[in-house]
């Protein structure tokens, strides 16, 4: 198993810390991750991009090729790498920010991420929401593990709203997803 995965949206959403706890929660499942990242010189607003790859054996290659999973949480993101797919790369859009954009290939689904991470608790907590939306849709870590890494990551004073929105994030997935 080797999986790739592209997490992107706009400077301070949080995806390069949703990418360190993913790579946290695939060492926690003892696998092989690379975790990257790279964002703008805009401390917010501007582009972000983080890319982990788990496998079960040793990875050759530190770089994001072509996804097996695309998240974007910003119209931005989804019009720069929404073209970066294939056929069978599922394709995160988050609903609440990208009405636009719709990938050429893919398995596209669209999620309200961020309306419901406010409804969790705070639109902070939407990298929380986007890999519980990821984990439940493709699973690539236990559960448990990303829980766990969730936890170990975050603020004491943040981890009960960070708890809140991977139950949110579970119980999206449950409700029949919304073809792009």
Known sequence: MRTQIRLTGAGGQGLITAGVILAEAAVLDDKHVVQTQSYGPEARLGSSKAEVIIADDTIDYPQVTVPDVLICLSEEAAGKYGGDAHPDTLIILDSTYVEKASPAVGRVVRLPITETAT??????????????????????????????????????????????????????????????
């Open 119 to 180: 409804k969790a608790g705070s639109k902070m907590a939407a990298n929380v929401v986007a890999l519980g939306v990821l984990n439940a849709l493709n699973p690539v870590v236990s559960p448990e593990s990303l829980r766990k890494a969730v936890l170990q990551r975050v603020p004491g004073k943040f981890r009960a709203m960070n708890e809140n929105a991977l139950d949110a994030a579970e119980a999206l997935v449950v409700e029949p997803a919304r073809p792009a």
